[in-house]
């Protein structure tokens, strides 16, 4: 993956959970223990 794809994917990412942390936490916790 491009260097500009990866920095865009991370601040696109930053961005969903700074507009809603509670479901970014949900979702990674998700993706973490399988859920």
Same mark, same amino acid.
């Given at each position: 993956m491009a260097p500009d794809?990866?920095?865009q994917r991370i601040a696109d990412e930053e961005?969903? *959970?700074r507009a809603n942390p509670a479901e970014a936490v949900g979702t990674l916790a998700r993706k *973490?223990?399988?859920g």
């Open positions: 794809v990866l920095y961005r969903a *959970i *973490i223990f399988g």
